[in-house]
T-cell receptor, first 113, second 114 residues
Framework: GNSVTQMEGPVTLSEEAFLTINCTYT??????LFWYVQYPGEGLQLLLK?????DKGSNKGFEATYRKETTSFHLEKGSVQVSDSAVYFC????????????FGQGTELSVKP | NAGVTQTPKFRILKIGQSMTLQCAQD?????MYWYRQDPGMGLKLIYY???????DKGEVPNGYNVSRSTTEDFPLRLELAAPSQTSVYFC?????????????FGAGSRLTVL
């Protein structure tokens, strides 16, 4: 079946460090890929998405590129801030499947001043 | 514009009790979803609905029931609560169900079964 695998957390970084959170997927077909973020005590919200191979999603300094050849959608940010501390979820959705999202297990990021 | 509203935010249940988690959206979204979030496990889909009167099972439906009598509301019912249902529950909605649609999530309902 379709699935998403993320690197395990927690990830602890100092402010202004470079961030990479790895995400790989398994899917029969061509999914859309998403990164959602969950700040403490809140629900999930969309961070960025890409709907086809080689697309790059970007938002708030975060980027991720849809790589079909490596079935990956790694999240990157050049310089993290304390306010980026959150749990990050990679997810996929298949066309004509009712919009259901399949999530990875989430990666907790903690940024220290 | 409230978005997706979930109630209650917190609840403690005894084993065998029943309760309903409420979810309402005011965005005229057709699609609605219930997920549960367990530590280190990501989110798992319990039930979803593609419109009023239509519901379908997700990955982990056992022990739960849903109904969708209106576009706005999508309550989740727990019958005979068990400790395995201790979790954080999220309701979400989207306007359409293509692969590229974005879900709007509620703030969550934390349920503990003792």
């Amino acid at each position: 079946g379709n699935s998403v695998t993320q690197m395990e957390g927690p990830v602890t970084l100092s402010e202004e460090a470079f961030l990479t959170i790895n995400c790989t997927y398994t899917a029969t077909g061509y999914p859309s890929l998403f990164w959602y973020v969950q700040y403490p005590g809140e629900g999930l919200q969309l961070l960025l998405k890409a709907t086809k191979a080689d697309d790059k999603g970007s938002n708030k300094g975060f980027e991720a590129t849809y790589r079909k050849e490596t079935t990956s959608f790694h999240l990157e940010k050049g310089s993290v801030q304390v306010s980026d501390s959150a749990v990050y979820f990679c997810a996929l959705s298949m066309y004509n499947q009712g919009g259901k999202l399949i999530f990875g297990q989430g990666t907790e990021l903690s940024v220290k001043p | 514009n409230a978005g997706v509203t979930q109630t209650p935010k917190f609840r403690i249940l005894k084993i065998g009790q029943s309760m309903t988690l409420q979810c309402a959206q005011d965005m005229n979204h057709n699609y609605m979803y219930w997920y549960r979030q367990d530590p280190g496990m990501g989110l798992k889909l319990i039930y979803y609905s593609v419109g009023a009167g239509i519901t379908d099972k997700g990955e982990v439906p056992n022990g739960y029931n849903v109904s969708r009598s209106t576009t706005e509301d999508f309550p989740l019912r727990l019958e005979l609560a068990a400790p395995s249902q201790t979790s954080v529950y999220f309701c979400a909605s989207s306007y359409e169900g293509s692969g590229a649609n974005v879900l709007t999530f509620g703030a969550g309902s934390r349920l503990t079964v003792l």
